[in-house]
């Protein structure tokens, strides 16, 4: 284990603080506003077709000068588009998911720009590493929305990780403090990417509704769920409850899919029915008490974070 | 959120560090390793008639004069003879987990004991402050065993514990090296324990062939399993598959205790048929590489957390 740069350095951004890609959730708004705060923003493109991302960047683009990148899921069909138009927009920072690293790292690494994959197990950010990314955003079990299949929790998958690889590593799942970013940096992370807590700003897209209920869950209020089709993690709510027992009476993938495929998750984040839509967010849900703007929350994360380095004892 | 000592003062011991009780696994020799080294040594009494208890914590005190612990599940039935002979000789740090914290601790806490339950979620943790124990286990979904239902992980627990209690909180979950130590201090913990990284010692009692198990493993080696009848890490080898299959068939909770109750715990840990034995232990055995004396893991420990603590940037 040796000391590496934080990735405040690799996105020439002022804080190693990344908001995170979220369908619904991280429009042009939310990003500019955390890359003007020093974080770096990124545009959700998952749930975006490719007119409404360029529209996203071109907002983004009119709020901040500061550095934005694109987060883009490689499992849908109209990716090139979407890269196309975040290069002729001028996005130089792309995050790719839920695909190969080596789909899209070279085109984007010829061009000049920086690419970080996310990953869920040190197997696969080896692979990244070898594909050429710049940086590893390493999830863990406990992040919202899509996720891994082995189940590893941040706190047992970072260190895994830096010790795989030679690149940054950026410390994802259940960060939703400045208690949470130190926690990161001990396991030997270079940066944090932070979602549901920023899913709970004024900034972000997420319907009111949606906000609320982030604010209103527990400790327990998430699960992972729909192993059978793609393990997502959900609130527990009317549709998580259908979408279970449909699971428990041995409903196929496809049945599944089907159900899940009815724009749910627009429904329930972006247009707020919190009882028949799929609500994606991380198990730090039960830490978040409010809904403030992107530039208290960081304010706060960097107090939350010098306070909890002031309690640590420096040597043991 | 506001400061609080080390439990080092608590228990009188050199480290905030605790090594886990652990059925088949931490017999007397592995307790008093550890409190020999600094760190407090536990007694693991959930595998133990009470006569072997007895024989167990005699050979802790004939190692080490330091404090020692016994950790007792309430879940058994000889829990008032395991907590007698305990007394009888001489112990006076309890570790109590699955069951209610009030069942026992105003008894021990009257005879001048110190008392510590083990709890996965922060409501569970507020009816233990309100029981009287001395400090909280917040144990979170990536350890080895018996583990909560709610799922929620180490980096998401442990703060939420935190802000819930004023009495001290040991972080229990995924924490196998230095690293894991500062990033539970970082959470806000007061302490750490720590099991399968001292399962895998050569004091410890796990049979040779489950130690090199251990340190086989993978990241994604082990899965939590038997929800159905009580949630448990597991390595996953033929046993795991066998009960998971038998679960998936819709098998009922009570022949899946059968199953269980057939003495696999001990055939697997103890007597090494790493096949059909079932295999307790947490999701950092991905991490874990060799099987060191107590000694050499403890000093290695301090070198680690301080080395993280060098890399961790004092300010955002």
């Known amino acids: 284990m040796t000391s590496r740069a934080l990735v405040s350095a690799l996105f020439n951004?002022?804080?190693p603080i990344i908001q995170a890609g979220m369908v619904w959730v991280?429009?042009?708004?939310?990003?500019?506003?955390?890359?003007?705060?020093?974080?770096?923003?990124?545009?959700?493109?998952?749930?975006?077709?490719p007119d409404l991302l360029r529209e996203h960047i071109k907002k983004a683009n009119s709020l901040t000068k500061k550095p934005l990148a694109v987060n883009i899921p490689?499992?849908?069909s109209k990716v090139q588009e979407q890269i196309d138009i975040a290069l002729a927009e001028?996005?130089?920072?792309?995050?790719?998911?839920?695909?190969?690293?080596?789909t899209f790292t070279k085109q984007l690494k010829d061009l000049g720009c920086t690419v970080v994959h996310v990953?869920?197990?040190?197997?696969l950010a080896i692979k990244c590493e070898a594909a050429?990314?710049?940086?590893?955003?390493a999830e863990g079990f406990e992040a919202g929305g899509h996720n891994g299949r082995d189940e590893i929790t941040t706190m047992v998958l970072v260190p895994q990780v830096v010790d795989a690889v030679k690149i940054p590593v950026i410390a994802a799942g259940g960060i939703g403090d400045g208690r949470g970013i130190a926690a990161?940096?001990?396991?030997?992370?270079?940066?944090?990417?932070?979602?549901?807590?920023?899913a709970a700003t004024q900034e972000s897209s997420a319907h009111q509704n949606f906000k609320q209920a982030i604010v209103n869950a527990g400790p327990g209020a998430t699960?992972?769920?729909?192993?059978?089709?793609?393990?997502?993690?959900?609130?527990?709510?009317?549709?998580?409850?259908?979408?279970?027992r449909l699971e428990e009476q041995g409903a196929s993938k496809e049945a599944l899919n089907e159900l899940l495929g009815k724009g749910r998750a627009r429904l329930g984040m972006l247009d707020g029915d919190i009882d028949e839509g799929e609500l994606e967010i991380g198990q730090i849900a039960g830490l978040i008490r409010d809904v403030p703007s992107v530039a208290m929350l960081v304010e706060r994360l960097k107090k939350e974070f010098n306070q909890a380095m002031s309690f640590i004892p420096k040597t043991l």
Chains 1, 2 share one sequence.
């Open 13 to 15: 951004i002022e804080l």
């Open 26 to 49: 991280s429009g042009g708004k939310l990003a500019a506003a955390a890359s003007e705060a020093g974080a770096l923003g990124i545009i959700g493109a998952g749930s975006m077709q």
């Open 74 to 76: 490689l499992l849908y």
């Open 90 to 102: 001028g996005i130089r920072i792309f995050f790719t998911s839920a695909g190969s690293p080596k």
């Open 119 to 123: 990953t869920s197990s040190p197997e």
């Open 132 to 137: 050429g990314v710049d940086a590893i955003v």
């Open 184 to 198: 990161a940096f001990a396991l030997g992370a270079q940066g944090v990417q932070i979602g549901s807590r920023f």
């Open 223 to 244: 699960m992972l769920s729909m192993k059978k089709a793609v393990p997502v993690r959900l609130l527990k709510n009317k549709f998580y409850e259908d979408m279970t």
